[in-house]
């Protein structure tokens, strides 16, 4: 297992060393430009646990799906997660442009940030082996637990496999936690097979926030 951060060309040149020198790594959490040159790098690793960012611009997000979704590093991948940091409100994205997560033949977790929460309903309807798919919202206060809550209420389907999930660790955070097996994917999990069958209503599609009436 393994965490990289890129935010350099020094950097960048370290993480390349690293990565072409490791093999057998499964659990991968990597922010920063994913550099074509890196691919064949991941795709010896036959890796199962995926973490990415995403360009911030909606262009420059689709781009990146076509150009590297379609790369064979993606066919062990059975959890990806995929985060876009863009501060300003983004431009939805088209399902057209992410159509290959339905091509990939071991998906079986899919998480997105809320900038991309525009493909998640086709991404449910069109992924076969699906089993789990989450939006994460990052919170710091109730400002944020907020808008995950009119999130989860304003959406316009259901599904058993949806959860709206507020964490407020980051991905260095929640990839060493993960380690050592509880990371979100365990706790929306766990969540999906306990809590919600105890109610399963559009309100249970929201898990981690801690809520109050006169909060919302």
Known sequence: MFFLRN????????????????????NLTYTGPLYVE?????????????????P?????ASAWADSTLKHSLFRSVTHLS????DYETPEPSSWQDWSKLASLPSLSHLSL???????????????????LAFILFW???PAQQKMAHQFAQRLAFTDPRLVVMVTTSN????????????????????FV????????????????????SSDV
């Not at 890196?38 to 995403?54: E, G, N, T, Y």
């Not at 911030?56 to 420059?60: L, Q, R």
Request: aromatic content about 6%.
């Open 7 to 26: 935010g350099s060309i020094t950097m960048k040149e370290a993480n390349k060393k690293i990565l072409s020198s490791c093999e057998g790594i499964i």
């Open 38 to 54: 890196f691919l064949p790098f991941l795709d010896r690793m036959h890796l199962r646990k995926l973490d990415l960012s995403v």
């Open 56 to 60: 911030s611009s909606s262009v420059g």
């Open 82 to 85: 995929l985060y876009q940091n």
């Open 113 to 131: 940030s809320q900038e991309l929460a525009a493909i998640l309903p086709p991404a449910l309807a069109e992924c076969p082996h699906l089993i």
């Open 139 to 141: 919170t710091t206060g």
């Open 171 to 190: 991905l260095s955070m929640d990839w060493e936690i993960g380690a050592r097996g509880g990371d979100d994917w365990a706790r929306a999990e766990k």
């Open 193 to 212: 097979a306990g809590e919600r069958k105890s109610a399963p209503d559009i309100h249970n599609w929201l898990f981690g926030a801690l809520l109050h």
